[in-house]
Each structure stands twice: as structure tokens, then as C-alpha cells.
């Protein structure tokens, strides 16, 4: 019995709030340490500068009251604004620091979530709930810049806190009691609205995505053609408004919670606050205290007030910021099957092509109940020429994703030259193929660099022999700077777009250009008339002689000078033999070609 392949990545919830803002510190300290010094003066400052002009006109109203002399009273206003002065310039400085430099780590962690998508394998990019958490991860990459402004911040409350409650405490032990009762409560809401937001925030994602997505279609050139001939203005504009409408009953759903959270809050504080000035309006009646003393401690207490409430809204933004870490984190931990360490050794170059052997090979999609490759056995032979035929559905682009690679089996094994394929580390065994897939995708680069796969390094003499054994350099030769010509006219004023068969050619030429051992051409000429198929794939046959050559289409005619066709089913190798083999069987294979040659004339 087979086993179902199932890969999960790592759940958010599994990373605590120390362990992401810890992640995040260890990040920023390799990439800048000088960042970590200039947050050291910010937050002393940020809580000692306005204890000083709490107690600066304490200070000038007790040397008043006591008539103190003129040159005592100037002292003290040049003493404090020589203060302000100096504490100006330091909080200028890391300032400066700390705003030149806070948005490249948004970049770097960017930047990791962007070479994990380009690396992960290839199998998790196609799962659909990958594709969400690379959209959150991003998200979280500047989630991850703001945890260091935002610790700073609750470090900086902490202290305040601390202080200014040492000062409150002397004056009435019962209003720091209130103070602390009123943000623990205060806390208590915030944490109750976030974790809503975070217990809701996938039933809004997926229609952030798909809104998204239907704007993209919209500005998406290739299918404006469609989108005018059809008429599908009026239904894509339907489609958004309804999405949009289901998106913003959840933004409403979301600030009724918050306008709850604020009243609650409000109110709390009034009541805190009331009763705190209450407390010292009746001190200083009854002389217990100076009115210097009545002017420091009113502002203390707002300004401790205001510490607590910032303390709550702190850790509440960084724990906020912190289930975004954790999807970050699981993004880039996601987990990797194939072998992205140290591998064996590739075949010398002298030894290409190999022997390639599938043993019991299944394989399933997570979403299917049924395999799409049902225990295949097949032995491609050094150098053979093989053709991979059947309807829509059958499993060729599966067999050449597995073969290549992009797919590990759910069971079974692929074997290059008796080693198994998973012993190779992965990017080494791409540099074996040399692939032309049916998907076309064009990257605004020059044609020699699109060609070469190369952002620097191009031969252009290779380049050039490319171009011309994939029949286009009759079409490159036209454009007035020739394989420096930028592709994507939409990108570039002077780039230009290719027809479809002149792009299947273009891919033709990339693979050619690295020459691998292994060819695989998967109905890359369906753009292409059937006689320049043809003429395409006999020109093929020689180019890639001596090289092992998998070749998957619909029409049979072209695949006609392969050393052996395999006709897949459901999955399973139905036939397999020669054109001449298979035709003498009177199979499927046979009814197939006799039902197709019907429609356009042979080509020899």
C-alpha cells in the first residue's frame, strides 16, 4: 500500500513572543550593532528630558516663592537650556541613526522571505496555502523592521513607569494602585481586540488576495484582448465590488471592536484621572504640599498616566508584531524535502548522458484522492531519444516534473546511474536538464541575457549559436540592437514583444544554450503549424544528438523519429515500443495517430 505524501510547514503559533523578538535582535545586531547604540541615549532621554521640565518649574517657582536672587533664577534657566541644548543634539544624532537605517532591515527580511520562495521546493510553491504564507511572510518582513522601534518604546515606558511611580508612590499609594488597575484593564481590551484580529485575519486574507488578484487581471495586457472581446468588464467589476463588499464588512466588524475597546478605555481613565487630581487639589488646600510641588506632581501623574498607557499599547503592538514574526518564521521554516545540503558528486562530464530508472514510482497531488502516477516502472537508456505521448490529464507533465526533480515521488525512487536521485544535492541536479515547458514566461531582460540565464557572465558566441539553431535570428536580426534587444514592451519604451511561436523558439534557444545532458522538450511547439513542428523537431533530433531526449506532444507525427514512445493512461504506461511497434499493435497508440492524421497532412 502507498503512503500519502503529506508536508506540513510550521505553524505560527509555534514561536513565542521572547523567542520572535529575539529572532528579530539577532538579525539586527549581525547586520548593524551601531543601531543598538543609538537606542541607548533615545531612551533615557526620552524619560528623564520630560521628568526635567516637570520639575524645571517646580524649580523656578519654589526660588520665586523663596525670593531667591536674580543671578540663582538665571542660573537655573541657562543650567536647562544648556540641557536642552546637549539632549537635542545626542537625540538628533540617533535619530538620524536610527531612521537611515530601520527601513533596510525591512529590506533584509524581505530580501530572506524572497530567496526562501526562489529556493524552497519547487512542489511547495504550487501548494496554494504556501502562496499565503509567502503573502504574510512578506508582510511580516516589515512587521520585523518595527519591533526594535516598537521595544524600544515599551523599554522606554518601563523605565518611565518605574520612575515616575517612585515619585507618585510618596505622594498617595492609592493613586499609583488606580493607575496600575485602569492599564491592566486597558491591556485587557487591546489584547482581547487583537486576538480577534488574529483569529479572523484569514477570513479577510483570502479576499485580499483574490481582490488583488482580479485587479492584476485588469492590468494585465495579455488579457486585455479577452476582456474587451468577451465583455467581461461588467463581470469583473461585479466580482471586485463583491469581494470588496465582504472585505469591508470585516474592516467593520473590526472597528466595532476597537471603538469598544476605546470606549471602555476612555472611561476608565477619566475615572483615574479625576480621582488623581482630586487627591492633590485637596493636598495642596490643605498646605500639604507647596504649589511647586502641586505643579511637579499634577505632571507626573499625567505623565505617568501616560507611561502606563503606553506600556499597555507597547506590548500590545509588539505582541501584534509578533504573531506577524511568527509568519514570517514559518514561511521560512517551511520544510524541504529535497536534499539542499551537501550531495554526492554528479557524473563527470564524460560520462553523460546516464542511465535514468524509475522503480514503483506513484505519485499524488495533496489535493487529489487518486494518483496522478501510478507505480510506473521506466528505464531511460544513455543517449535514447524518448517520447512521452497521451491525452490531457494522463501524467506526462508530472512524470517530467518527477524526472527533473521539481517533484519527489510519494512513494518509489528515481535513479541517475544507480544513485539515487535524492542523494544529489538539488540545484546541482537542475544544472542536468535542459527543459522547455509549455508555460511561457518572458522576463524583462536583453534577449542574450533572458537566453544565457546569466545577469552578467553572457557568451555572447553562445548566445549567438543559440539564436540561430532555434531558427530565430531572422527575427532577432530586425530588431536594431539584436540580442541586446530588452523583451516585455510594456516594461520597456524600447522593448518589444514576441508572437507565440517566436517565444517558444526563444525557450528553445535558452535550452539549447546551457547544453545540458538531458533535454526535455514538454509541447514546447504547440504555438507552431504542424509542418514547422516538424521541421523544428527533426532539426532537434540532430542538434541534441548523443544526449538523452524526452519529448511530450499531442502530435504524434512529430515524435515519430524517437528510439521509443510511451503512451501514459490514467497514470500507468499503457503502451510503450516504437512508432512502428505500437502501429503493427493496432492499440490505442495506433488509433490515436490514425484519428489525428486525418485532420493535417503527414510530414516525413
Not at 495642596?284 to 507611561?307: A, H, K, M, P, Q
Not at 524518448?386 to 521539481?406: D, M, P, Q, R, W
Not at 555572447?460 to 516585455?488: C, N, Q, W, Y
Amino acid at each position: 500500500m502507498v503512503k500519502d505524501k503529506s508536508k506540513k510547514g510550521i505553524q505560527k503559533d509555534a514561536y513565542k513572543k521572547s523567542q520572535n523578538v529575539f529572532y528579530v535582535l539577532k538579525h539586527i545586531w549581525k547586520w548593524d550593532k551601531v543601531y543598538y547604540v543609538a537606542y541607548i541615549p533615545k531612551i533615557f532621554i526620552s524619560v528623564f528630558m520630560p521628568l526635567a521640565l516637570l520639575y524645571y518649574p517646580k524649580l523656578l517657582i519654589d526660588s520665586i516663592m523663596n525670593k531667591s536672587s536674580d543671578t540663582y533664577i538665571l542660573s537655573v534657566i541657562a543650567l536647562y537650556s544648556f540641557m536642552l541644548i546637549i539632549t537635542g543634539i545626542i537625540q538628533l544624532f540617533a535619530d538620524a541613526k536610527i531612521n537611515s537605517t530601520s527601513y533596510t532591515f525591512a529590506i533584509k527580511f524581505q530580501n530572506m522571505v524572497d530567496i526562501k520562495a526562489k529556493s524552497m521546493d519547487y512542489e511547495n510553491i504550487e501548494n496554494p496555502t504556501v502562496h499565503d504564507m509567502e503573502r504574510q511572510a512578506y508582510s511580516g518582513a516589515t512587521s520585523a523592521e518595527n519591533v526594535m522601534g516598537n521595544l524600544s518604546g515599551f523599554l522606554t515606558n518601563l523605565l518611565g513607569m518605574f520612575t515616575y511611580g517612585s515619585i507618585i508612590v510618596l505622594v498617595h499609594p492609592l493613586i499609583l494602585l488606580l493607575l496600575i488597575i485602569s492599564t491592566i484593564v486597558n491591556y485587557l481590551m487591546m489584547a482581547y481586540v487583537r486576538k480577534w484580529n488574529d483569529k479572523n485575519r484569514d477570513n479577510w486574507t483570502h479576499l485580499d488576495c483574490r481582490i488583488s488578484y482580479l485587479f492584476n487581471v485588469s492590468q494585465d495586457y495579455d488579457r486585455a484582448k479577452d476582456i474587451r472581446i468577451y465583455n467581461m468588464k461588467g463581470w469583473l467589476t461585479s466580482l471586485t465590488k463583491k469581494y470588496q463588499g465582504l472585505r469591508m464588512n470585516w474592516s467593520v466588524k473590526s472597528w466595532n471592536k476597537s471603538i469598544l475597546s476605546t470606549l471602555v478605555s476612555s472611561s476608565l481613565n477619566l475615572f483615574r484621572d479625576g480621582f488623581s487630581y482630586a487627591v492633590l487639589i485637596i493636598m495642596l488646600l490643605n498646605n500639604e504640599i507647596d504649589v511647586g510641588n502641586f505643579v511637579f506632581y499634577f505632571g507626573t501623574i499625567t505623565g505617568f498616566s501616560g507611561w502606563l498607557s503606553s506600556i499597555a499599547e507597547q506590548y500590545n503592538s509588539i505582541a501584534s508584531l509578533s504573531d506577524d514574526v511568527s509568519r514570517l518564521r514559518a514561511f521560512l521554516d517551511y520544510n524541504d524535502i529535497f536534499n539542499h545540503g551537501k550531495g554526492i558528486p554528479l557524473p563527470e562530464s564524460n560520462r553523460v548522458p546516464y542511465d535514468i530508472e524509475l522503480k514503483n514510482v506513484f505519485y499524488k497531488y495533496l489535493s487529489n484522492d487518486t494518483h496522478t502516477i501510478d507505480n510506473i516502472n521506466l528505464h531511460i537508456k544513455k543517449g535514447e531519444k524518448l517520447a512521452i505521448v497521451g491525452v490531457n490529464g494522463a501524467g506526462k507533465t508530472t512524470l517530467v516534473k518527477l524526472l527533473s526533480e521539481l517533484y519527489y515521488p510519494t512513494s518509489g525512487d528515481i535513479f541517475i546511474d544507480s544513485n539515487n536521485a535524492k542523494s544529489y544535492n538539488v540545484t546541482d541536479y537542475y544544472t542536468q536538464f535542459s527543459i522547455v515547458f509549455q508555460e511561457i514566461l518572458i522576463i524583462p531582460v536583453t534577449i542574450a541575457r533572458f537566453i544565457s540565464g546569466s545577469g552578467e557572465d553572457v557568451d555572447r558566441d553562445r548566445v549567438k549559436k543559440a539564436i540561430e539553431l532555434a531558427d530565430l535570428d531572422s527575427v532577432i536580426s530586425k530588431f536594431p540592437h539584436g540580442m541586446d534587444t530588452m523583451l516585455v514592451k510594456g516594461i520597456y519604451d524600447d522593448g518589444v514583444d514576441l508572437s507565440g511561436g517566436e517565444k517558444q523558439k526563444l525557450l528553445l534557444a535558452r535550452a539549447l544554450y546551457k547544453d545540458a545532458p538531458v533535454f526535455i522538450l514538454d509541447e514546447p511547439t504547440s504555438a507552431l503549424d504542424p509542418i514547422a513542428e516538424s521541421e523544428l523537431y527533426n532539426k532537434y533530433k540532430k542538434l541534441t544528438s548523443g544526449k538523452t531526449s524526452i519529448y511530450i506532444s499531442h502530435r504524434l507525427t512529430s515524435t515519430r523519429f524517437c528510439d521509443r514512445i510511451i503512451l501514459l493512461q490514467n497514470g500507468l504506461i499503457a503502451e510503450c515500443g516504437s512508432h512502428d511497434e505500437l502501429m503493427k499493435k493496432n492499440g490505442l497508440y495506433a488509433k490515436m495517430f490514425n484519428t489525428q492524421s486525418q485532420y493535417y497532412k503527414e510530414v516525413n
